[in-house]
């Protein structure tokens, strides 16, 4: 039987190319080889961006563009791809923090800057980005959906899960590995009945 993008999602593939990753092979791949990297690429975030409250949308943002590259193949090796697009996204973030003082510049039309304020579409774009994240997170059993949590919002270690849990590390690590694929198949299930890319 020939899967289509409106069939069941296992073995089914991303619309477009022909060497496109499907959607089970590329979720594992990211889980097994992408997710492990966190630690040191938080780390290299730390040393490498200022504002610490950023960390995490920067991780995020990494975690988006690597995953939508491998869409179209999975790179080999992951670690210097994952560092390398990490570094690219600090540098964009650079050249987009530098501003020019206005008293420099006498006739402001001159600049030609479009206003960067978020426009009400992005505003509901995000809201409804967000909706998605909590219904995911809401299908989740919920001690994984506890450790999920304590990672990636509250920012605990592995070891600090286990504790506040009471449970084992290997066991955080089930959770956090089975979490992440379980957010992963929901957003990307949801993503194509509306039918926008993933």
Same mark, same amino acid.
């Not at 950023?54 to 920067?58: A, K, M, T, V, Y």
């Not at 304590?150 to 920012?155: A, P």
């Given at each position: ?11 089914a593939?991303f ?33 490498s961006?200022?504002?610490s409250s950023?960390?995490? &949308?920067?991780c995020? %943002? ?10 179209k193949?999975? *790179? &080999?090796?992951v ?16 050249r987009?923090?530098?501003v020019?003082?206005i ?28 909706? /998605? ?7 989740? *059993?919920?001690?994984c959906r506890?450790?999920?949590v ?6 605990l ?16 690590d /089930?959770h956090?590995? %089975? ?8 957003l990307?299930?949801t993503? &194509?009945?509306?039918?926008d *890319?993933?």
């Open positions: 039987m020939v899967e289509t993008p409106d069939s069941d999602r296992d073995g593939r619309p477009g190319a022909e060497t496109a990753v499907t959607v089970d092979r590329l979720n594992d791949w990211f889980v097994r080889e992408v997710l492990p990297l966190e630690t040191a690429l938080i780390h290299f975030l730390r040393r961006w200022r504002n950023e960390i995490g &949308d920067l995020q %943002d990494v975690y988006v563009r690597v995953y939508e590259a491998a869409r193949e999975i *790179p &080999d090796p670690k210097p791809f994952v560092f390398t697009t990490a570094k690219n996204i600090v540098i964009d973030r650079i987009h923090a530098q020019v003082p008293e420099t510049v006498s006739d402001v039309d001159f600049l030609s800057i479009a206003n960067e304020q978020p426009g009400a579409d992005r505003a509901v774009a995000a809201r409804e980005e967000l909706r /998605r994240l909590q219904a995911a997170l809401d299908r989740m *059993p919920p001690r506890e450790a999920v304590l990672k990636k919002i509250d920012g270690s592995t070891r600090e899960i286990a504790v506040r849990m009471g449970i084992a590390v290997r066991t955080v /089930r956090l590995s %089975d979490g992440a694929v379980m957010l992963a198949d929901f990307n299930k993503a &194509d009945a509306k039918g *890319p993933v």
